[in-house]
């Protein structure tokens, strides 16, 4: 049984417990699955706090408006009551 510390700089990643019979094509290829998965996730939980701080986007023609402006112009948002964060 083998231990391996994944760091990327000095940083530590995670560490990952294989054994001495592994192909380094597979151990590659599980290790970048793992860490490109937790890329995925940490992107994910960073636009989901830009999400909660500046809410979700409104429509091209929307967009730069103040809402005095969106109430003048009698423009609606189609998908506000259906895509509710």
């Known amino acids: 049984m083998v231990k391996l510390h994944i760091k990327h700089g000095d940083e530590s990643?995670?560490?990952y417990?294989?054994?001495?019979?592994?192909?380094?094509d597979?151990?590659?290829?599980?290790?970048?699955l793992i860490y490109n998965g937790r890329l995925k996730v940490h992107r994910i939980c960073n636009e989901m706090s830009m999400l909660a701080k500046h809410g979700v986007?409104?429509?091209?023609?929307?967009?730069?408006l103040t809402?005095?402006?969106i109430t003048e112009l009698k423009l609606k948002?189609?998908?506000?009551?259906?895509?509710?964060?």
Not at 26 to 32: C, D, K, S, V
Not at 77 to 85: G, L, N, Q, R, S
């Open 13 to 15: 990643q995670f560490l």
């Open 17 to 24: 417990e294989t054994t001495t019979n592994t192909p380094i």
């Open 26 to 32: 597979n151990l590659t290829n599980q290790i970048a």
């Open 57 to 64: 986007t409104l429509p091209v023609n929307m967009q730069g």
């Open 67 to 69: 809402d005095e402006q």
């Open 77 to 85: 948002d189609e998908y506000a009551d259906t895509c509710i964060p």
